[in-house]
Nanobody
Framework: QVQLVESGGGLVQPGGSLRLSCTAS????????MGWYRQGPGKERELVAS???????SYADSVKGRFTISRDNAKKTVYLQMTSLKLEDTAVYYC?????????WGQGTQVTVSP
């Protein structure tokens, strides 16, 4: 069983920045595709950004140009750098790891954007 532990959430004003981290317990993190999802109040969970095991990235249209996903395989960690945060970015952010049909989720970290 792989454990994913997120950190870095918090309260930030509109226009501010946060960096989320997700650290995995697996020894083969390099092979995992990783993603960040979020679920806002009253909304369904949605994909925010993903990064493949080779480093290819993709983003939801709503965060393009503002968020950056990256990974450090040596630290078994995936990051989500969030800038120019908006009120609508308020959500619980979840990390997901996938490898050959197995999927693992973190417990989530709350991001609140408020004046």
């Amino acid at each position: 069983q792989v454990q994913l532990v997120e950190s870095g959430g918090g309260l930030v004003q509109p226009g501010g920045s946060l960096r989320l981290s997700c650290t995995a317990s697996t020894l083969i993190f390099d092979y995992y595709a990783m993603g960040w999802y979020r679920q806002g109040p009253g909304k369904e969970r949605e994909l925010v950004a993903s990064i493949s095991n080779t480093g290819s990235t993709s983003y939801a249209d709503s965060v393009k140009g503002r968020f950056t996903i990256s990974r450090d395989n040596a630290k078994k960690t995936v990051y989500l750098q969030m800038t120019s945060l908006k009120l609508e970015d308020t959500a619980v952010y979840y990390c997901k790891g996938s490898y050959y049909g197995s999927t693992y989720w973190g417990q989530g970290t709350q991001v609140t954007v408020s004046p």
